[in-house]
């Protein structure tokens, strides 16, 4: 499903399943808008944090990870940000 108006953070999960660790739905969600939905903009200088714009309504989203110290880096998160917010952290001329 594509980001609705109404959304602005989207918080994924991981859970252990048997021996292994599994994405939720919000992760996995998270995942396909990244590749088929928004289009990336730019990664900030560590590479961990990048930011994507929604050509549908023009928001910039920014996909982080909950918890960096953690292999792979934890569950993602996608959240709105402001346009000011995003050339502060990005350095791109955002429109």
Known sequence: ?????????????WRLVGKS???DET????DWLTKE????????PSG???????PGDGRYWERTYLHRASHGGGPLRL??????????RYGVACR
Not at 27 to 30: A, D, E, L, S, T
Not at 37 to 44: E, K, P, R
Not at 79 to 88: E, H
């Open 27 to 30: 992760c996995r969600r998270i």
């Open 37 to 44: 939905v928004l289009t990336w903009v730019g990664s900030d």
């Open 48 to 54: 961990w944090d990048t930011l994507y714009l929604d």
């Open 1 to 13: 499903m594509k980001l609705l108006a109404s959304e602005t953070d989207l918080v994924g999960n």
């Open 79 to 88: 959240s709105n940000i402001k346009t000011s917010d995003a050339q502060r």
């Open 21 to 23: 660790i599994e994405s």
